[in-house]
């Protein structure tokens, strides 16, 4: 058993690096936010044994003979701390622990621990070699951890914007070779574990045991890596409050049992914990129910059969980054060579239809004709063209025009109430009934709809939320309040002023004492 290091850091935005003391180690110290900020501070808190920590990194190490002489805590993501441990011989191990938030115990570190070996070891995916690891809580550290090898190179964030042309498009070319590479089709929806893993949550393993194992043909399972089975998602939405404790269907599955299972968690869900709530945006007197909640979801799978059969969604399922941004890929600006791909955490087999896509990096951040707009838009049609040309069968499905439509009901199921969201849910839905024919269905008619008064409620509803929604986009477009609320820690008491003062002219251009009311109650940062 060593000491604590004598030099404790926090790594800083602009790569610097300043002392930090043991107890902040553990809070969230990265972005402040202008509403709700104590329940996502606690959500985002990981108390640890730093000693157990510090030892379990030495005999990851491999030398009991070192101790470890500085601890650095990285620059903070939302769902995990990050700490680079380096060794009195040099030697630098990362220890990642997932915050509260960041998915369900034990899952959410067996899977992304299972994923990263399948990818990195069976189909060359460079992901940082994993060195040790623990999914239960119940061990020294006091938390599930994964200690791995740090990442070659720089994060791409850090020169992106100083490379050519010619060299992002070749990162690009990069990204997609590493698409078709992990392109390997599973039998089910779900995440990724190892066998000997899910046998010691006997419920789950019995249920996978008959219908959701792997073929060795499909893993390569005859060679001398561990036996990979489909388990259940960790997806955070199947998990968060009471469903943590709740006997849900998490998977693994088909698509189509895969949106039934969505359907009836939520319903079970509202039933006994969803209570009436007065949503602003849509009525000052009259509250929305749980059942207007469950009548949402029954349309929805109602919906469902149809929507995937139109889009082509029981195609097979692949796994793919699920946050495939700037920084979390490493890159050798010598070579301009991606050297590793980090942050694997929910990734999970499911078809392309509901996959992410285009990657994070190549989002596109403005919808005017600058030269950045222009230069992001030469990226994503490279991007669109390289995976036209590798990759015809996933072209195919996400260059559907319709896509967004019918997938939009898929993504937005999930924790809908507890977002307080029923109003995308609902738009979601009478969009499937305005394209139902472009979507095939012409000679069968739409097997739901919301009666002229629902529509011009929801209407009414919508004339709100995109008012208030062109106001918030454009303090975010001038720099002022980001979408969200969430601000750098540096910034926080100017943009609390900046919002008070933004909140009391939007109460003021309310026409009346009644619009006066719902202005003030719909601000969101308050």
Known sequence: MQSTP??????LEDGSEEPIDVADLYRYQRYRWLSGESEKLAIRYRKVNLQALLDASVKAAGDDEISCVKLLKYVEGQFNKAFLLTMSNGLEVVARLPNPNAGPAFYTIASEVATRHFLRDKMGVPIPRICGWSAEACNPVGAEYILEEKATGQPLGNVWANLTMAAQLDV???AVDMEKIASISFPKHGCLYYENDLKSRPLDYE???SRHGLSESA??????????VIGPSVNP???EREKAAMDLDRGPCTVADYAAALGKNEIEWASSHARQRINFYRSMESPETPNDYITLITHFLVLAPY????SNIEQPNRISHPDLHLDNIF???ETNRVTCIIDWQQASACPISLKRSPPQMLELSSSSHSDRSNHERKLLDHYHNAVKKSDPPRWEVISDSLLTVKTNPFVLVPGCWLRDDLFSLRNALIAVIARWSDMGYGEVPCPIHFSEEELLQHQH???VVEGISTLLHELQDTGLIPLGGMVRREYYEHAMGLNDYSRRLFIDVAENERQREVHAKIWPYQ
């Open 6 to 11: 004598t030099s404790l850091l926090r790594a």
């Open 237 to 239: 939405k199947l998990w």
């Open 207 to 209: 249920a996978l045991d």
């Open 331 to 333: 890159f050798d600006p």
């Open 172 to 174: 690009v070319d990069q």
């Open 219 to 228: 893993t390569g399972q005859d060679d001398q890596l561990p036996v990979f």
């Open 307 to 310: 929507l995937a059969a139109s």
């Open 461 to 463: 509803e919508m004339d």
